[in-house]
């Protein structure tokens, strides 16, 4: 199982990702709430454990943000909130469940199972822009029915495309989401144009309707309808 871990306190997240890992679990651990909705938007993960108390974004931010992703992995909120209101706050802003700090692991634990039990249950996962589908469970990518076979990076893009569907994608953020490489020296702008190029060919080549725009200058739109496009 793969999980996400928003969580500022490193004494906390450290506690919560080697007892996840001890578990068998693999936990990835983001230290910011702007780094952990980048995170949920370029990844798939099982469930997230949220602190509601984070230096950027905070935790129901997040959750207003994570209602426009696809698959919305269950989350457990973190609070060190016990009030009524507060909980009814966290609930209503969707989380699947909360945990008031201090918490002992074993407790963290039950409830991310029990979560996770409750989300396997639900139907296929699909992304669709047209008449292009993904199914994040299998991984399967098909326009019109025929199967298209990416390599793993072709199809992290495509699923970071459509899941921006109708806006503009810019070099900045691929590099930041989906290659996960903010410090290089040199600029990742000719790697990911020739990734995308070779996507492209896959995905609209030979087709009436175009799905990847290029918008000269600022980036890419995956787009049903074509518009300004080059
Ligand atoms: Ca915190």
Known sequence: MKILIV?????TADAIRSGLQAEGCVPEVARTGTEGLAR??????????LDWMLPGLDGIAILR????????????????????????????????????????FAE??????????????????????GDLVIDLKTRRVSRDGNAIALTPRE???????MRHTG???????????????????????????????????????????????TIRGVGFLCREKPESDT
């Open 65 to 104: 943000a994570l209602k426009h992703i696809t698959p919305k992995p269950p989350v457990l909120l973190l609070t060190a909130k016990d009030a009524v209101e507060d909980r009814v706050t966290g609930l209503d802003s969707g989380a699947d469940d909360y945990l008031v700090k201090p918490f002992a």
């Open 7 to 11: 969580e500022d306190e490193p004494t």
């Open 167 to 213: 806006q503009v994608v810019t070099r900045g953020m691929i590099a930041r989401d989906v290659w996960r490489e903010t410090n290089r020296s040199t600029p990742l702008d000719n790697v990911i144009d020739v990734h995308l190029a070779r996507l492209r060919r896959k995905v609209d080549e030979g087709r009436d309707k175009r799905l990847i725009h």
């Open 155 to 161: 199809y992290d893009l495509l699923v970071y495309l």
């Open 108 to 129: 963290l634990l039950a409830r991310l199972r029990a979560l996770t039990r409750r989300a396997g249950g639900e139907e296929s996962l699909l992304l669709q822009s």
């Open 40 to 49: 949920l938007q370029a990844g798939i993960f099982d469930a997230v454990v």
